[in-house]
């Protein structure tokens, strides 16, 4: 008696590790933001760069777009001070940064963007996101409010600006506050990288390629070798060297 005992409590336990998994696997393919297991997958890089409100510096940075389908998600990355900086967008704040861009690029056609109007915040609306950081991968998290403007580098160059201010995170940590500045051809590479129908198209080639992924990890080799890249300059940009049709 005293050896089925032992056998029944590991029989029991093993039962409850199962019904655990199960349950998890089927709340995870009800989650409507659930594409499937897949990694990470890179949507490439754009060479962009961040400037100070008020500054005409551009300071070139590298801003890496990636695609995590099993949360639907695309995350962005720049380093700033060391920082990994991650800004993640669900399928909503994706729809309202698009939304915001085709405006930009409709008032620059239009020419109807003015220094006066550069001053407001969110000129082309705002959402909510979550943004981690951190010198070794997201130490912190926090959800700032992340701003559509726009700037004049030059009194013919306005850019479209992404920028947020620091927010207190749970752990006591402030976020950065970032000013990411986008020309009307970068804009389009952007939207690219944002494009609905081409994510959905990847899952389902990722669906032909692959059966099943048991086990998803954001933190895979994709991730680390952007978070291993160097910073950027602190060297201006000249403004020749940035695509850009006069205003």
Known sequence: MKRII?????????????????CASTSKKHDPDFLGNYPVQSLGVLH?????????????????????????????????????????????????????????????ADKTL????????GAFGKTGILMTWGLFGSAHEAYPTLRFDYQFITPHRPYFILANATTRADDGANCPAIRIAISPAQCQDVLKALDEPALLQLVEELKADYDKYDEFNSNTSAVKNIENTPEGSDTPVKQEEVSFDEF
């Not at 409590?9 to 998994?21: D, E, P, Q, R, Y």
């Open 114 to 121: 003015t220094p006066e109007g550069a001053k407001k915040k």
């Open 48 to 108: 962009l760069n961040i400037v100070k409100r008020y500054s005409n510096d551009l300071l070139p940075r590298d801003i890496s777009f990636v695609f995590e389908p099993s949360t639907n998600t695309v995350k962005f990355h720049h380093k700033m001070m060391g920082d990994n900086i991650w800004i993640s967008l669900k399928k909503k704040e994706r729809a309202l940064l698009r939304e915001a861009i085709e405006q930009y690029l409709t008032a620059f």
């Open 6 to 22: 032992p056998l029944c409590l590991l029989i029991a336990t093993l039962g409850i590790v199962f019904l655990s998994g199960a």
